[in-house]
């Protein structure tokens, strides 16, 4: 199982941008889809997670402002993020964490200016 992110980029205060993971191969026993962050100098954080049965859950730095989803058919997991601002400047990481073990993408950088 391979997890391609992406949709990264620069963006102004205030501005949106989409990110994207993409799963190739078999996946059994899914647990949870999830979005973690890492910004330059701290530690790798949680920022949204979704269940196969639809729960949904945020960090509270990022409640309503992001929105996680996820399509099936496509074994895709996306995080719309809003209302961006510098301090969500990050490395973002997607992971699948199934019953038999752990998956991460390999990050994609959103960079939000001032």
């Known amino acids: 199982v391979q997890l391609q992110a992406s949709g990264g980029g620069l963006v102004q205060a205030g501005g949106s941008l989409r990110l994207s993971c993409a799963a190739s191969g078999s996946l059994i026993g899914i647990k949870a889809m999830r979005w973690y962050r890492q910004a330059p100098g701290k530690e790798r954080e949680w920022v949204a997670s979704?269940?196969?049965?639809?729960?949904?859950g945020y960090a509270d730095s990022v409640k309503d402002r992001f929105s996680i989803s996820r399509d099936r058919a496509k074994k895709t997991v996306y995080l719309q993020m809003n209302g961006l601002e510098p301090r969500d400047t990050a490395v973002y990481y997607c992971n699948i964490d199934t019953v038999y073990k752990g998956y991460w993408g390999q990050g994609t950088q959103v960079t939000v200016s001032s």
């Open positions: 979704i269940t196969p049965s639809g729960h949904i």
